[in-house]
């Protein structure tokens, strides 16, 4: 499809475990955004990566999580050692950057912590 | 760190009635955009607004960006059914390239 593309769509992992979430972007998207979603509740901003530049990780909670972009398409965001606390809805979106600023997004990945 | 706040959180009506959706800041911000999300989806774009003051009409929804830039409006005429979701504002804050915060959410259920 055209569309953002995540996965997996559900993950349930045990505490302390590593997980790795995948984001296929728009192709031509310059712009990857990753936010996480607690249930019926806002976007709460993780890290952005425009382009070339160095990306924005002032939203990443812990040392825990990171996130990487290859070749300047897909992303992983990557959560080690796992916590109850990391249960969340963890949404990818990309951007062309246009006058409009739309984000376009993906339908997230589920994840639980048991 | 910017912050925006939206109001309510939760709003519950009857189809036909008007509403309004809230979001304030104390932080200025270079544009601001409306989603609105279904269950299990991802948000999608419902209007940009870019200039203080701006005024944009889609259908029975109107948007207002504050003069001021801090804080932004969504009312809703003859709410129906199909309205139902989750609508999130977010902005833009200056100079910090493309990044977007997000409001909390406000969760619109329309009874027929």
């Known amino acids: 499809g055209a569309g953002v593309s995540q996965s997996p769509s559900n993950k349930v992992t045990e505490k302390g475990k590593d997980v790795e979430l995948r984001c296929d972007p728009i192709?031509?998207?310059?712009?990857l955004y990753w936010y996480r979603q607690s249930l019926g509740q806002g976007l709460e901003f993780l890290i952005y990566?425009?382009?070339?530049?160095?990306?924005?990780k002032s939203g990443l909670p812990s040392d825990r999580f990171s996130a990487e972009r290859t070749g300047g398409s897909v992303s992983t965001l990557t959560i080690q050692r796992t916590q109850q606390e990391d249960s969340a809805v963890y949404l990818c979106?990309?951007?062309?950057?246009?006058?409009?600023?739309?984000?376009?997004f993906g339908e997230g990945s589920r994840l639980t912590v048991l | 760190t910017q912050l925006l706040e939206q109001s309510p959180q939760f709003l519950s009506i009857q189809e036909g009635e008007n509403l309004t959706v809230y979001c304030n800041s104390s932080?200025?911000?270079?544009?601001l955009q409306w989603y609105r999300q279904e269950p299990g989806e991802g948000p999608v774009l419902l209007v940009t607004?870019?200039?203080?003051?701006e005024v944009k009409k889609l259908k029975r929804l109107t948007f207002q960006f504050g003069d001021a830039r801090k804080d932004s409006s969504l009312h809703i005429t003859a709410a129906q059914p199909g309205d139902t979701g989750l609508y999130l504002c977010?902005?833009?804050?200056?100079?910090?390239?493309?990044?977007?915060?997000f409001g909390q959410g406000t969760e619109l259920s329309v009874k027929p």
């Open positions: 979106a990309s951007s062309s950057w246009d006058i409009s600023g739309e984000l376009f």
């Open positions: 192709s031509g998207h310059t712009a």
């Open positions: 990566f425009q382009g070339n530049s160095a990306p924005d």
């Open positions: 932080s200025v911000f270079s544009s």
């Open positions: 607004v870019v200039t203080g003051g």
């Open positions: 977010a902005g833009a804050p200056y100079n910090q390239g493309g990044k977007l915060i």
